[in-house]
């Protein structure tokens, strides 16, 4: 984070991004937005001390009925951290982090659901953290970045402006607001490793994920006309 403000970047929120990708004027180049998926609960403990001295305001997408899990695995879903509870969440939403949704439990969305456990998925995720966190999620999440034309679809129903995927690159107003791409920070990497990816090195590699990933998309239109 020292080295975004060090190296003049702008971080602003995912809603800032968008509100001005709705208007005529371009985010200046070095515009970063931060988002956490799942909430686990070094979220609050390490990442919210550390973006708060920095005055950023990240987005993180929750699994409300996985508020409060243990680590480990749940279903298809492993944490390597407990998840955060309901209170720890609103925690979150009091030092000014965005609340989007990431399904209720975080299944695998594309060719596991049926059409019903979707809408509950999706549409069902966004009622539960209305309800349990008082906040209207306007942002969505693929789990496991997996997505498709169904889930899209479902996922605009359900009245979400926006979703994000793990597509890496940068996004532009022209970028289709639901498939908003990412680039993925682990763990693992280091600091030179974060610079690289900040600064974009790896973004061929989101063009041809994209590239295969269209080609998906259409021979499942092809095979469902
Ligand atoms: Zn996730």
Redesign the pocket.
């Known amino acids: 984070m020292e080295w975004l403000v060090e190296k003049d970047y702008q971080v602003v929120s995912l809603a800032t991004a968008l509100d001005t990708f709705r208007t005529d004027y371009p985010l200046p180049p070095k515009t970063i937005v931060l988002s956490f998926?799942?909430g686990c609960r070094d979220n609050l403990t390490y990442a919210a001390p550390i973006v708060r001295r920095y005055g950023f305001a990240p987005i993180v997408?929750l699994?409300p009925d996985l508020f409060g899990q243990a680590e480990g695995k749940h279903r298809d879903?492993i944490t390597p951290s407990p998840l955060l509870t309901r209170d720890e969440a609103l925690e979150l939403i009091q030092a000014g982090w965005a609340v989007g949704g990431?399904t209720r439990r975080?299944p695998r969305l594309v060719g596991h659901c049926t059409g019903e456990e979707l809408d509950d998925e999706v549409g069902g995720c966004r009622v539960a953290i209305q309800h349990l966190l008082g906040y209207d999620a306007k942002i969505f999440?693929y789990?496991?970045g997996q997505f498709d034309a169904v889930v899209k679809q479902c996922v605009i129903r359900h009245g979400y402006e926006a979703a994000c995927t793990t597509l890496g690159g940068f996004n532009t107003a022209r970028t289709d607001r639901f498939e908003l791409r990412r680039i993925v920070i682990r763990a693992g990497d280091d600091l030179r490793e974060f610079h690289r990816k900040a600064q974009g090195a790896y973004d061929w590699l989101g063009y041809f994920k994209r590239r295969s990933l269209e080609k998906k998309i259409l021979r499942q239109a092809e095979s469902t006309s």
């Open positions: 998926d799942d997408f699994c879903f990431h975080h999440a789990p496991f």
